[in-house]
């Protein structure tokens, strides 16, 4: 058993409401950090939301609805999350907020043994780990979004991990989340996004140079492929601003040209046109 009970998730946006609600389900004690009463409504509204549509596709009983809800607290007091076993970070893709959290939680923590995980699909966890003061119980934790419906876990030990730190979340993630981990190292991308990336770049390159509509890029993918939903439609649910913050340190990285974001998605970011989340990005979701 991994010992995990008490969970805490810095962040309540995409990916911290996707967690929380994964961990609720699984029965775990769940404290959310946001960094306002408004953001904590909103993230609040976030879970319920994602909880009403799966109760609404008969996923989940009403009765487990209000279950779920009732294990999950939302603070904006980083302190309150001094008895956690695992806090996961899920904040923005921003190395300076992500160290600074890293800084003040490797303090806060009480437990000798707490383990401390960070979201980040592209920030060093080594770098996280140092500055936590308790680098042995750092390593990365991938989710994929949507992170209830998506069964990939990333799991990121840094070259200063231990391996009791990586046994336990394997154990969390196996046994408690019933996912499905993989094991990467601690390189900008990991495997996932290494290779889902460049092709999303790509995608917004060929509509950028007039190539084809954003529409027939997305359909050819879904139906000369077979995947889910195409790279565009995909890039507005992941968020525009978190491609371009992961390109951008895959980039630093390796400097690689096919992970550089294109000027359209500097654009685009710039004029706060984040896809799903701000309602509009290459599609539009007014009212969706
Ligand atoms: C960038 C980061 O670092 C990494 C990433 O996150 S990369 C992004 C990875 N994600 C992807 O690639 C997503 C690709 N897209 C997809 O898989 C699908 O289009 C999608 C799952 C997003 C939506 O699929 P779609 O069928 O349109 O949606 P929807 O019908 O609402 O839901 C799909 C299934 O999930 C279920 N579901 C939805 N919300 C749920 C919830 N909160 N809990 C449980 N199940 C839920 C639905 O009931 C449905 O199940 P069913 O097929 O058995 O009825």
């Not at 601003?241 to 974001?261: H, N, Q, R, V």
Request: negative net charge; proline residues 5%.
């Amino acid at each position: 058993m991994s010992g995990i009970d008490k969970v805490g998730v810095i962040g309540g946006g995409l990916m911290g409401s996707g967690i929380t609600e994964v961990a609720a389900r699984a029965g775990l004690d769940v404290v959310v950090i946001e960094i306002s009463p408004e953001a904590a409504k909103a993230a609040a509204e976030r879970v319920e939301g994602s909880l009403r549509k799966a109760e609404s596709r008969g996923k989940i009983e009403s009765a487990e609805v209000t279950a779920v809800l009732d294990r999950i607290r939302f603070e904006t007091d980083l302190e309150t999350l001094a008895d956690r076993d695992l806090v996961v970070e899920a904040a923005s893709e921003d190395e300076q907020i992500k160290l600074e959290l890293f800084r003040t939680l490797g303090r806060v923590l009480t437990k000798d043994d707490a383990i401390l995980a960070s979201n980040t699909s592209s920030i060093p966890i080594v770098k996280l780990g140092a500055v936590s003061g308790r680098a042995h119980h750092v390593m990365g934790v991938h989710f994929f979004n949507p992170a209830p419906v998506m069964q990939l876990v990333e799991l990121i030990p840094s070259l200063t991990t231990s391996a009791e730190t990586l046994d336990r979340m394997r154990g969390w993630v196996t046994d408690t989340l019933g996912k499905q981990p993989i094991d990467a190292t601690d390189r900008a991308g990991f495997v996932v996004n290494s290779l889902l990336v460049p092709y999303l770049l790509s995608a917004i390159r060929m509509y950028e140079a007039g190539y084809a509509s954003a529409e027939d890029i997305d359909r050819g993918m879904v139906l000369g492929c077979g995947h889910p939903m195409g790279p565009l439609a995909l890039s507005d649910l992941i968020g525009l601003d978190t491609i371009k913050a992961i390109g951008k340190s895959m980039y630093d990285e390796f400097k690689e040209p096919l992970y550089s974001p294109p000027p359209l998605l500097d654009r685009m970011v710039d004029a706060g046109l984040l896809g799903k989340k701000s309602g509009q990005g290459f599609y539009g979701y007014e009212g969706r």
